[in-house]
């Protein structure tokens, strides 16, 4: 670690952790309502806006090739600046071409960003204090999340601000903190030099087919429950705000916990909870006819995403050092060949018959259950996983 107390790797991290949520919660819990009354979308429209911002994690692999020019480091604050650019850009073009274009912007930094700070975490924490670690960083966004999402409310509802000032807000601050950070923060070292090539490894396969599931199960939750609310229920920006604000507030609790009990169990048992409580959840989203049920869906649903610690924490423990950043990159575009599939091809689905959307969601839970049962109780480097396909 640096010599510096406060300009370390942990708190660079940490301030990364904060401008990520500033600007990507912006953009999203304005989203629906933003585009439902300037753009006149319907939930096809919607499932298309989701696909095309879900093309650069698709692209995601194309990070190894950047990083033979510059450091991760430099790269994470180049995705942040790209990533509040575009979210500082989004409330001057509402229309189909201008959302799709400064959303297709805002995500190329949202995505390779994503990418890199999970690299970084991987390689800069060591393995018994990941995480814990995770969930703490979960916890600092929760608490970025909810400043926007009181600003939010408090600019809309008490002073009328419009969308096109909110979103100029947020990106802009997004950047100035960028900028303040990239120039005062030392460039670090990572512990082991890292594989820049594309590769597919087969001890790796678990890992590859769980982080492709909770693609599709993410896409489900982020772009689907999400307009369930406004659509169906005809929550306001507010009512989003506030349901988001509930959300965060719960996280900034239960994140930290869950990383220590994810570390305590260990991820099988981690990932089990998880996706039993997910098939739960898909089927009674499935069949909510009352707003304040479905609010309250949504709020459980969220907490298990911090579940998803326990993917991460069983590749650092079963990957080769050096195999991190590259795998990553690649992982991401697997999960995001879902991502891309899912709003879109679902949002068509949508249209003929909304419950079916989320009990494919149930099924894809089931699926990620039978799978996480695969993984051994001490993973490591040699014993990926219980059952393989070798004779």
Known sequence: MHSNKWLNERSMLMIMSVIMPLTFSTWHVLLNNFVIEHAAYTGADIGLLQSVREIPGFLAFTVILVLLIISEQLLAMISLALLSIGVAL?????????LLSTTFIMSIGFHYFETIRQSLILQWIP?????????????????????VYASIWLLMEQFSISYQWIYLLSGGSGLILVIITTIFFPRFKTPVEQTKKLFLRKRYWLYYILVFLSGARRQIFMVFAGFLMVEKFHYSVANISLLFLVNHLINLYVAPKIGQIIAK??????????????????????????????????????????????????????????????TLGVSFTINHIAAVIVPASFGLIWLVNPSLVFWIGALIAFLSLILSRNIPASPMLGNEVIFSFKK
């Open 127 to 147: 393995k018994s204090k990941t995480a814990v670690f995770m969930g703490k960083m979960l916890a600092i966004s929760s608490l970025s999340a909810l400043f």
């Open 265 to 326: 169990i260990g991820e099988r048992n981690a990932l089990t909870i998880e996706y039993c409580g997910l098939i739960l959840i898909f089927s009674c989203y499935a069949m909510v006819n009352d707003a304040n049920f479905a609010a309250i869906l949504y709020i459980i649903d969220h907490l298990f995403f911090a579940m998803a610690i326990a993917i991460k924490t069983y590749f650092q423990k079963i990957a080769d050092p050096a195999d991190i950043a590259a």
């Open 90 to 98: 989004t409330g001057f073009f509402p229309s189909s071409i201008g």
